[in-house]
């Protein structure tokens, strides 16, 4: 069993940077591949960055490509999301999650456990 908790959200102005946590509790943490996803209100949740177990190979979705970046620290249990040059696109609840198999996947079904979310909001 795999539980997640995001931190780091919050408000911030067009062009501006958050960075996102994850941290993991349960030893499954540095085998699973990690995930960040996201839903803004009346939209369905998308897909927005990957990483898989080693933190050597990663993905994202054509509308974070070069202003977003997932990493991972295997020692902390922790998988982070830096987000720069913010967008009010960017504006909704953000999730991480983790795929038992290990490695990079975009499709949410893939994934094994889901943490509560944290709120980003980038305002113009």
């Known amino acids: 069993q795999v539980q997640l908790v995001e931190s780091g959200g919050g408000l911030v102005q067009a062009g501006g940077s958050l960075r996102l946590s994850c941290a993991a509790s349960g030893r499954t943490f540095s085998n699973s591949a990690m995930g960040w996803f996201r839903q803004a209100p009346g939209k369905e949740r998308e897909f927005v960055t990957t990483i898989n177990w080693s933190g050597g190979t990663t993905y994202y979705a054509d509308s974070v490509k070069g202003r977003f970046t997932i990493s991972r620290d295997n020692a902390k249990n922790t998988v982070y999301l830096q987000m720069t040059s913010l967008k009010p696109e960017d504006t909704a609840s953000y999730y991480c999650?983790?795929?038992?198999?290990?490695?990079?996947?975009?499709?949410?079904?893939?994934?094994?456990?889901w943490g509560q979310g944290t709120q980003v909001t980038v305002s113009s």
């Open positions: 999650a983790a795929s038992k198999l290990g490695l990079t996947t975009t499709l949410p079904s893939r994934y094994d456990y």
